[in-house]
């Protein structure tokens, strides 16, 4: 009889230490870092996420995995859409921001690493991203609309933050009770959200 094997798939939740660290860069691609760029789009879309950093499987380096469609109003595509939602579901290595626009907007976010619980963010509209692929070519271009909001949360990831941490005091209250919750149940689970598949 053939069995296929199964995998296990982690995501750290709120409260894991983790999660609270600032990552540190990539040095070179390695095999290693390719197998956890793999890892990465494997448990984004199984936990079936448009974005995962790698602190929230446990791996404390400047790695980020997206699968973010792009605007569908093809008048507000940002050059960053046209040249990288194509290109998904895909891993950037060390992103940063190089700058970010004066103008900003509020949108609902919501987290694989604070499951089922969302609030709205106010954040740049548009971001100039730079950052490497794994095949070494450098990115760098203006990243605006969903795209731009899902790079600035998971760079904020890199960097110890999570989106709850950015709330107005009107919404954290709202998510207060939640997400102690959330604090509470990970802390007896080893801040940690299984899948076997
Ligand atoms: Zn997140």
Known sequence: MLFRSKKRYEVRTAGDEVLKEKALPVPAITPEIRELAQRMIESMQIFDGIGLAAPQIGVSLRVVALDVPAAEDAAKLTQGELELC????????????????????????????????????????????????????????????????????????????????????????????????????????????????
């Open 86 to 197: 194509p290109q998904m579901p895909l891993v950037v290595v060390n992103p940063e921001i190089l700058f970010a626009s004066p103008e900003v907007g509020e949108r609902e976010e919501g987290c694989l690493s604070v499951p089922d619980i969302y609030a709205p963010v106010t954040r740049p509209l548009r971001v100039m991203l730079r950052a490497q692929t794994l095949d070494g070519r450098l990115i760098e271009c203006e990243c605006g609309n969903l795209l731009g909001r899902c790079i600035q949360h998971e760079l904020d990831h890199l960097d110890g933050i999570l989106f709850v941490d950015r709330l107005t005091q009107e919404a954290a209250a709202e998510v207060a009770r939640p997400l102690n919750q959330l604090l509470h149940y990970g802390s007896k689970h080893n801040f940690k959200r299984v899948k076997i598949k």
